[in-house]
C-alpha cells in the first residue's frame, strides 16, 4: 500500500496554527495543507511556519482551498469556537463544554461537505471542543475513519501531576483517562501504576491523605483547560503536540494503543477508550476493568455524557466490572438534533 504523508488543516486560528507547528516540529507529514475561512489568514501562517521549516527537515507548508485536500491522509479539523468564547468556563457547570456543540455544529454542517468531497477516504481527526459528539457528527456525512483526540491529552496530564506528586520519571507512570474529554470525563485510578505498583497505594502515608491527594490532582486534570485559559485566553499547545502524535500514529501505521475518542459500536457513540491505532484510524478498543473501591468516580462525576450515549458506561457494584447499561435516552438522543442538542442533553441527564 503506498504510503501517504499528506495532512491537510482546517482551521488557521490558535489550535490550528498549534497544530500545524508541532506536525512540522515533529516531522510528522512530509506535506501539509492549512485551510481557513479567510485565505489571507491562513496564507499569512503557512508563510510564517514555512520559513522556520527549513530547520525542520524537508517538510512542504502551504495555504489552501478545500480542494486541495485531495490526496491527504489525514484532515485535522480545527475550527469553532472555543470554551472562552463560548462561555464554557463555569467549574460549576455541569454541561461545560457542551455548551460549545450547537454553534460548532452549525459551522461544522457548513465545512464537511466540502472535505467530504475533496478527501472522502481520509482519516478525519476532529479536535474542536466537544470533539466525541462532534466526531459523531462528522460521521453522519459518510466519513468512514473519524476519531475525536479524545482524552489523550487529559491522560498525559494525569501522568504529569502523578510523576510529579511522585517526583519519578513521566515515563514511569502508566494512567488513563476515559470516556468524554470534558469535565465529566473519568480517571481510572484502579488501573495507574508506577513502576508496576498501584500509584494508589503510594500517594499517602495514610487513606486520608491519599483522598486529599488525588483529589487535588483530579481537580487539577479535569478543569485543566479553564485554568490555562484564564491565564492565556486559549488552550492550544498542548492539543497541537498531541494531535500531532495522533498523525504519526496513522501515517506511520504504528497500532500503538492510547486512550482515543472513536465510535464503539457497543455503545453506539465515540467515547475515549484504550484503542489500538494504525493506518485506518481505530481498529478495536480494549476493555477495561476496575475495582468496587472506584465507584464513587461515578458518584461524583456529573456525567453530561451519559446521557449522549445509546448504552452508556456505568458502574456495577455487584460485579465490580465496567459494564453496559442501557439507558431510557436511548431513543430520545437518536431523535435530538444539533440545534435541539443542549437542550435535549439537559432534559435526559434529568432523566
Keep these: 500500500m503506498e504510503q501517504r504523508m499528506k495532512v491537510g488543516v482546517i482551521g488557521a486560528g490558535a489550535v490550528g496554527s498549534a497544530c500545524l507547528l508541532s506536525l512540522v516540529l515533529r516531522r510528522s507529514a512530509r506535506e501539509i495543507v492549512l485551510v481557513d475561512r479567510t485565505r489571507k489568514r491562513a496564507a499569512g501562517v503557512a508563510t510564517d511556519v514555512r520559513y522556520g521549516a527549513t530547520l525542520a527537515g524537508a517538510v512542504d507548508v502551504r495555504d489552501g482551498d478545500y480542494a486541495d485536500l485531495a490526496g491527504a491522509a489525514l484532515v ?5 469556537v472555543n470554551e472562552k468564547t463560548g462561555g464554557a468556563t463555569d467549574r460549576s457547570d455541569p454541561a461545560g463544554r457542551l455548551r460549545l456543540l450547537d454553534t460548532n455544529a452549525r459551522i461544522y454542517k457548513d465545512i464537511l461537505p466540502q472535505i467530504f ?3 472522502a477516504d481520509a482519516v478525519v481527526l476532529v479536535v474542536t471542543d ?10 453522519r456525512f459518510g466519513f468512514k475513519r473519524v476519531l475525536s483526540s479524545g482524552t489523550f491529552l487529559d491522560s498525559l496530564r494525569l501522568r504529569f501531576h502523578l510523576a510529579q506528586r511522585l517526583n519519578v520519571d513521566l515515563h514511569s507512570v502508566d494512567a488513563q483517562v ?3 474529554h470534558g469535565t465529566s470525563e473519568v480517571l481510572l485510578w484502579s488501573g495507574a501504576r508506577v513502576g508496576g505498583a498501584p500509584v494508589l497505594s503510594v500517594l499517602g502515608r495514610s487513606e486520608q491523605e491519599r483522598d486529599e491527594v488525588r483529589r487535588g490532582i483530579e481537580r487539577e486534570v479535569r478543569y485543566a483547560n479553564i485554568t490555562i485559559i484564564e491565564g492565556n485566553q486559549a488552550s492550544q499547545y498542548g492539543i497541537g503536540m498531541v494531535s500531532a502524535r495522533i498523525v504519526e500514529a496513522v501515517l506511520f501505521d504504528e ?3 492510547i486512550p482515543i475518542g472513536s465510535f464503539n459500536p457497543k455503545y453506539g457513540v465515540t467515547l475515549s477508550l484504550p484503542s489500538i491505532l494504525g493506518r485506518e484510524g481505530w481498529s478495536r478498543s480494549l476493555s477495561q476493568r476496575c475495582r468496587s473501591k472506584n465507584a464513587e468516580l461515578f458518584n461524583a462525576a456529573p456525567m453530561p455524557f451519559a446521557a449522549l450515549l445509546p448504552g452508556s458506561i456505568a458502574f456495577s457494584r455487584a460485579s465490580g466490572s ?3 447499561r442501557e439507558l431510557i435516552a436511548i431513543t430520545q438522543y437518536r431523535r435530538c438534533s444539533p440545534s435541539r ?3 435535549c442533553q439537559r432534559r435526559l441527564v434529568r432523566t
Design 255 to 257: 497500532r500503538v494503543v
Design 178 to 180: 476515559l470516556g468524554e
Design 341 to 343: 442538542s443542549l437542550q
Design 117 to 119: 468531497k475533496a478527501a
Design 130 to 139: 466537544p470533539p466525541d459528539p462532534l466526531a459523531d457528527f462528522t460521521r
Design 322 to 324: 465496567w459494564r453496559a
Design 76 to 80: 485535522i479539523i480545527t475550527v469553532g
